[in-house]
């Protein structure tokens, strides 16, 4: 992954100085990392021991690479740069009465909850429509409902758009590449088994309420984990093409994610 490749230019970025520190030095074997000549080699170290060029020379530049390896071994993503959201599967709750199932959005917060009352009975982080194309606010109702739709605009056209929840006209809820950033150009994209889920627990005539907030953000929203896929690959364009990519969706996967 892309995620995994960054953290490797981050460890090159410290071998190199460390390397440079020995290039002054022709008796030292040079490798790709440039620390791997190191055993065996000899450096000039006069009789009284002068223990203290020895470790400027040696320890040290092999400590900063050491460190550097902890670092770098145990980051699984920046600070706020969050997990990919194949690994999201959110908990969920049946409702009571059916009908009494809404929908609400935060686009301040990028989170959706489906409640009955006050209950939530799923919560899942999204991607809304960036400041240029805005996700509409206000009350809605979803009235459509396609488990296997594609873009049928360009650019993209065929792009799978898998469980489309329709609210306005080309306006949708419907998985999608998460960021945790608005960067849609209006729909709303979910994790795909929270859209799954979500396209399960709703029906057509589901109320849907769109504001800058809603009152499970400092809570339940608060919670939830930030989603990014910008580190994953694209899949191949014939895979999501195909019918295969709808079969997997209904496995609760895509591709080799």
Known sequence: MRGDWQNGLRVAGWFSLVRGKFRNNPAQKKSKIGIEGLAGSSLPVNKCGCMKILFARICLPVVLGVVAIGFTGCETTKPGQGRDSFSFDPPVQQPNNPSAVKVKISTGAQRLYVVEGDRVLLASPVTVG?????????????????????????????????YWMEFKSAYGIHWGFMK??????????????????????????????????????????????????????????????????????????????
């Open 130 to 162: 960036k400041s240029t194309a805005p996700t509409p606010s206000g009350n809605f109702t979803i009235y459509s409902k396609q488990a296997n739709r594609r873009r049928v605009s360009s650019p993209g056209a065929g792009y799978p758009m898998t």
């Open 180 to 257: 945790p950033t608005p960067n849609t150009r209006g729909c709303v994209r979910m994790p795909l088994k929270a859209a799954q889920k979500t396209f399960n627990l709703i029906r057509s005539g589901t109320p849907l309420n769109v504001a800058s907030s809603q009152p499970w953000d400092s809570t339940i929203g608060k919670s939830l984990p930030v989603l990014n896929d910008s580190a994953l690959p694209d899949p191949p364009l014939a895979y999501m093409l195909s019918p295969q990519v709808f079969a997997d969706a209904r496995q609760g996967k895509m591709w080799n994610f």
